[in-house]
């Protein structure tokens, strides 16, 4: 039996790793801190009385539920959305949790384990934040650039929304819609606004203002692409919200280095970000005076700051000064010893912007100078994407089949190896992998989806239809996964069914001619 199967190769969304560590939260600032408040602090007409740093951004929901947030708008200025759906039970026990137990329920970015759907993460905080009823209105804020006309518009909806996340129903996908530059609808039951910073809207209250560093050195939210330097300093940032008048009486900063999001060299916009929202806009502009000076000039000027340190290091490792660069390098670990992985934060940052040779160098740069450490098996396991994207198959089978020793209950990593396997003939392994995926977490869509393209392919037409049902129960704004089971249910003799899924997947990807063709062979079984 024939049916098309879409998404062969897996398309890098934020993080797709998860785990459940907690760890000690290093100050990246010259001895600042990651999380502090302070008072007094003035964006548009009212005092900002709190501002918040953290080195992961799912750490905002913890601030949130400790100030006693609810029903607010919440203005999340970031490279991502960081809205993706969570179960019920998980929701719930985030709810049973006092705030000082949050942290044991939050992923770490880089573990590989089962626990994807029983925490919070990066990804997804903002989805407990609203049910949880701390935000009302979500208001995304993307890096200039990013919206400049409809079609960009539209692949973010398509790329960031309909074909990423989970739960969004049909109806949502129908609210959708543009308004000059500013894209406006429902998502996940959530009032949603997205726009660039010029297009950001006035409101007449006080709002959570959300900042991830990240947001400073993404292209684009639609490419993901890193820049090495910001586009845009904090203090620039702080006077285009003032112009916006802007009030906020709770600011949440996070770093995002891990990942690859925030280039290690640029975690002084941490402390320059504070400076900037606590009113210090001097301080905050001298320091951005400081970086776009050469390496050695920054630390002469900021001694104590880690990331100028960093930026030395790579200046030296440049110019071939191995010594000078070990000095540096441990220099600025001393001082941040988050940066102890910097090569890891390196190599993801090649990874999302797609240098795939160049991350599988790094990557395994990382490896020989980490060969056990807590991190070691994600960094196997991008080992193995990038191979993936380099069309070397064996090796990447081979690196995962390691990981998925190292990490039997990552469900990624086993959906990953499935669809190598099946791309390399060996369908009955690719439906071993992605069966064992559904078992890890039961609500993961494109697990269903796999598992269902598998058991098409093995004839199993029954065992197929049913795991692709539970791939659009889960994601119904996927249009391939409603492509696949319309074209299953044409071939098992069902065409009024098949009609539906697919005319709703023509909605979802008017352009995909496939689905066209699809729908097609449903008219000609209806003649």
């Given at each position: 039996m ?12 934020r ?8 760890l ?6 010259g ?40 029903g ?26 006092d ?7 939050e992923?770490?970015p ?7 759907h ?16 701390v ?22 909806v ?48 006080p ?10 050195t ?14 845009i ?40 970000m ?91 740069d990382?490896?020989?100078?980490h060969?056990i450490?807590?991190?070691t ?28 020793a ?12 499935g669809?190598l ?6 369908v ?8 064992e ?25 029954d ?9 659009v ?23 009024a069914?098949a ?6 997947a023509?909605?979802?990807?008017p352009?995909d ?13 209806a003649?």
């Open positions: 024939r049916v098309p199967v879409y998404s062969t190769r897996l398309r890098l969304h993080l797709i790793t998860a785990g459940a560590v907690v000690p939260l290093a100050c990246g600032t001895g600042r801190a990651p999380e502090r408040s302070t008072a007094g602090s003035k964006i548009g007409i009212e005092p900002l009385s709190q501002v918040h740093l953290y080195e992961n951004h799912s750490s905002s929901l913890i601030a949130w539920r400790r100030a006693g947030a609810q607010r708008i919440v203005v999340h200025l970031d490279g991502h959305a960081d809205l993706d759906w969570l179960p019920d039970a998980t929701i719930a026990r985030i709810a049973a949790a705030p000082d137990e949050l942290p044991h329920l992923l770490h880089y573990v590989l384990d089962g626990t994807t029983q925490r919070f993460a990066i990804w997804n905080f903002l989805y407990p934040a609203a049910r949880l009823g935000m009302r209105s979500y208001v995304w804020v993307v890096p200039d650039g990013t919206l400049p006309d409809a079609g960009a518009a539209e692949a973010l398509q790329g960031l929304v309909l074909r990423k996340m989970q739960k969004v129903t049909l109806d949502e996908a129908h609210s959708l819609h543009r308004e000059g530059r500013v894209i406006r609808g429902t998502i996940l039951g959530v009032d949603t606004t997205i726009c660039e910073l010029a297009d950001l809207p006035v409101f007449d209250e709002v959570l203002l959300d900042v991830d560093l990240d947001f400073l993404t292209r684009s939210a639609t490419t993901q692409e890193v820049t090495e330097a910001p586009w300093d904090p203090a620039s940032l702080v006077a285009r919200l003032r112009a916006k008048r802007l009030r906020a009486d709770l600011a949440t900063v996070s770093y995002s280095t891990f990942g690859g999001f925030l280039p290690p060299s640029c975690r002084w916009l941490g402390r320059a504070t400076d900037a929202l606590e009113g210090d806009v001097d301080a905050a502009t001298q320091r951005a005076a400081v970086y776009a000076r050469e390496a050695e000039a920054r630390v002469q000027a900021l001694p104590d700051d880690a990331a100028a340190w960093y930026a030395l290091s790579l200046a030296e490792a440049r110019a071939g000064r191995s010594a000078e660069r070990e000095t540096a390098r441990a220099r600025a670990v001393a001082l941040d010893p988050v940066l102890s992985d910097a090569g890891l934060f390196e190599a993801d940052a090649l990874f999302i912007n797609g240098r795939w040779a160049d991350a599988l160098a790094a990557y395994r990382y490896r020989r100078a060969p450490g807590p991190f098996v994600y960094g196997l396991r991008r080992e193995a994407s990038c191979l993936a994207r380099l069309r070397r198959d064996d090796e990447a089978i081979a690196t995962l089949r390691r990981v998925v190292e990490a039997p209950q990552h469900g990624d990593s086993r959906l990953e190896l669809v396997l099946r791309e390399s003939g060996d009955e392994g690719a439906v071993a992998e992605f069966r995926a559904r078992r890890i977490l039961p609500d993961q869509g494109s697990y269903a989806m796999a598992l269902g393209t598998g058991y098409a392919r093995e004839g199993r037409v065992d197929a239809l049913s795991e692709l049902a539970d791939a129960r889960l994601r119904p704004t996927w249009a391939a996964a409603q492509a696949n089971l319309g074209g299953l249910l044409i071939e098992a003799g069902r065409p069914e009609a539906v899924h697919l005319d709703a023509a909605f979802l990807d352009g001619p496939a689905i066209r063709d699809l729908r097609a062979r449903v008219k000609a079984s003649r």
